[in-house]
């Protein structure tokens, strides 16, 4: 487990404490349910839940004799319970245990995920209302394209995050599914509707069908959905990153008083938040090729699936927890700087609002072709040379005959290509 990124909530769910405490609600469900079927006296079920118990270090200690982690468990809790033991795992395969337990243990760890990306949600809403008519250049190709507003970024990151809730929840409800059906699946020794009452006592579906196991596909899911959160994480930062280059520095993370950014300069201020989550991001990830790949198994199950799973279970839902919290502190604290936006927006001169001037030049009845040239000529001029695209555009004799200085200049006015703002926030926020 990687404790180091581990938030007490998160990491409980994971601990030996935990797990055998779900292994017991398996168990004890199972017996409920034999219990309403008359094959076990219920007397004896409620002699079980008074006395049911287990502890860690006995367990840690049965096992390195027993070999087998269930058998171990089991026998340390019929130390407690005593006679009526004979009853726990009635029919069942450990497999009946692990995987519906496994289910409850990712279904609690996706509550606490929605409730982090709500709270992400909730700063990017904040953050975009703040900021949205800052306005900034727009890049593609990492080159200036069209001026935009820093609202907008933040209104797509919160867009996309929206997604991933929607996404969270449903990995929350297809992973909510458990199986009671023994050794191979068949329900030999014990019958259906025992998994039913268990599965619905425990707050999960029952599988239809399953082998010895939970298809794994439902589990390769999950993991797919936490590559998703952790690569719109990722997206997120690596723009921060980049906007909080020497040469661009638009956006600057929360820098806190006493921090240093370099043992041998002074002067660095690193985007070390972004990075760290770019490099966690892959690491989450590689979780679902993991999970991906314990999806094919030898007929009715092997075991291959499940030393991935002791890995992948707490790590990538632990990593996930982080991420998301780290996340919220940078887009919480960012540090926004207007003054070189607009420094920015400037730097090539004018070049930015070329596609108005080609519009305008298509309105006066130029082919876009003729107009794209003329438009694109005095832009290579601007780019190669030291004058200004206005200027240039105002002294060129193509365009002097169909466009007037007045609507040369109405070309470079910022607000025109900002008009559609409260469009799409309507759009994203309603």
């Given at each position: 487990m990687i404790t180091r990124y581990s938030r007490p909530e998160m990491s409980s769910i994971w601990s030996d404490e935990s797990k055998y405490k779900n292994w017991l609600r398996v168990e004890i469900a199972v017996c409920e349910a034999w219990a309403e079927n008359g094959r076990i006296p219920k007397e004896?079920?409620?002699?079980?839940?008074?006395?049911?118990?287990?502890?860690?270090?006995?367990?840690?200690?049965?096992?390195?004799?027993?070999?087998?982690?269930?058998?171990?468990?089991?026998?340390?809790?019929?130390?407690?319970?005593?006679?009526?033991?004979?009853?726990?795992?009635?029919g069942l395969t450990s497999s009946d245990v692990l995987d519906t337990a496994l289910a409850l243990q990712l279904k609690d760890?996706?509550?606490?995920?929605?409730?982090?990306?709500?709270?992400?949600?909730?700063?990017l809403k904040r953050r975009a209302y703040e900021h949205k008519d800052t306005v900034m250049i727009g890049r593609t190709h990492g080159i200036h394209a069209e001026p935009k507003t820093l609202g907008l970024v933040f209104a797509l990151w919160y867009d996309e995050m929206k997604r991933n809730l929607e996404r969270m929840h449903r990995a929350k409800d297809i992973i909510s599914v458990g199986k009671i059906s023994g050794a191979v699946g068949t329900f030999a020794n014990v019958p259906p509707h025992v998994e039913e009452f268990a599965c619905e006592r425990l707050g999960l579906k029952a599988a239809p069908i399953s082998t010895q196991i939970v298809q794994r596909d439902i589990h390769a899911d999950y993991f797919l959905t936490l590559s998703i959160v952790a690569s719109t994480i990722e997206k997120i930062a690596l723009e921060v990153r980049h906007f909080q280059r020497t040469e661009v520095l638009e956006l600057e993370e929360p820098f806190g008083k006493g921090q240093k950014g370099s043992s041998a300069m002074p002067h660095k201020r690193n985007p070390i938040i972004s990075e760290n989550l770019c490099g966690l991001s892959r690491l989450v990830r590689s979780y679902a090729i993991s999970a991906l790949e314990n999806i094919p198994l030898w007929h009715e199950r092997d075991i291959s699936h499940s030393s991935v799973e002791r890995v992948i279970g707490p790590d990538g839902t632990i990593l996930i927890d982080y991420m998301l919290d780290r996340v919220h502190y940078l887009?919480?604290?960012?540090?926004?700087?207007?003054?070189?936006?607009e420094k920015n927006i400037w730097l090539t001169r004018g070049l930015v609002f070329s596609q108005k001037v080609l519009l305008k030049l298509i309105d006066k009845g130029f082919s876009r072709e003729d107009a794209y040239k003329i438009v694109q000529d005095n832009a290579m001029?601007?780019?190669?040379?030291?004058?200004?695209?206005?200027?240039?555009?105002?002294?060129?004799?193509?365009?002097?005959?169909?466009?007037?200085?007045q609507e040369?200049?109405?070309?470079?006015d910022v607000k025109a290509d900002l008009k559609n703002i409260d469009t799409i926030f309507e759009r994203v926020f309603n």
């Amino acid at each position: 487990m990687i404790t180091r990124y581990s938030r007490p909530e998160m990491s409980s769910i994971w601990s030996d404490e935990s797990k055998y405490k779900n292994w017991l609600r398996v168990e004890i469900a199972v017996c409920e349910a034999w219990a309403e079927n008359g094959r076990i006296p219920k007397e004896a079920v409620e002699e079980i839940k008074a006395r049911a118990g287990f502890d860690v270090d006995r367990i840690d200690e049965l096992e390195k004799e027993v070999k087998h982690d269930v058998i171990a468990f089991l026998t340390s809790v019929s130390e407690h319970v005593g006679e009526n033991s004979r009853f726990i795992h009635l029919g069942l395969t450990s497999s009946d245990v692990l995987d519906t337990a496994l289910a409850l243990q990712l279904k609690d760890a996706a509550e606490l995920i929605i409730k982090d990306l709500v709270s992400v949600l909730d700063v990017l809403k904040r953050r975009a209302y703040e900021h949205k008519d800052t306005v900034m250049i727009g890049r593609t190709h990492g080159i200036h394209a069209e001026p935009k507003t820093l609202g907008l970024v933040f209104a797509l990151w919160y867009d996309e995050m929206k997604r991933n809730l929607e996404r969270m929840h449903r990995a929350k409800d297809i992973i909510s599914v458990g199986k009671i059906s023994g050794a191979v699946g068949t329900f030999a020794n014990v019958p259906p509707h025992v998994e039913e009452f268990a599965c619905e006592r425990l707050g999960l579906k029952a599988a239809p069908i399953s082998t010895q196991i939970v298809q794994r596909d439902i589990h390769a899911d999950y993991f797919l959905t936490l590559s998703i959160v952790a690569s719109t994480i990722e997206k997120i930062a690596l723009e921060v990153r980049h906007f909080q280059r020497t040469e661009v520095l638009e956006l600057e993370e929360p820098f806190g008083k006493g921090q240093k950014g370099s043992s041998a300069m002074p002067h660095k201020r690193n985007p070390i938040i972004s990075e760290n989550l770019c490099g966690l991001s892959r690491l989450v990830r590689s979780y679902a090729i993991s999970a991906l790949e314990n999806i094919p198994l030898w007929h009715e199950r092997d075991i291959s699936h499940s030393s991935v799973e002791r890995v992948i279970g707490p790590d990538g839902t632990i990593l996930i927890d982080y991420m998301l919290d780290r996340v919220h502190y940078l887009l919480d604290g960012l540090q926004v700087y207007p003054q070189n936006m607009e420094k920015n927006i400037w730097l090539t001169r004018g070049l930015v609002f070329s596609q108005k001037v080609l519009l305008k030049l298509i309105d006066k009845g130029f082919s876009r072709e003729d107009a794209y040239k003329i438009v694109q000529d005095n832009a290579m001029e601007t780019w190669k040379g030291t004058d200004d695209f206005k200027d240039l555009l105002l002294k060129d004799e193509s365009i002097k005959n169909s466009l007037t200085p007045q609507e040369i200049e109405e070309c470079f006015d910022v607000k025109a290509d900002l008009k559609n703002i409260d469009t799409i926030f309507e759009r994203v926020f309603n």
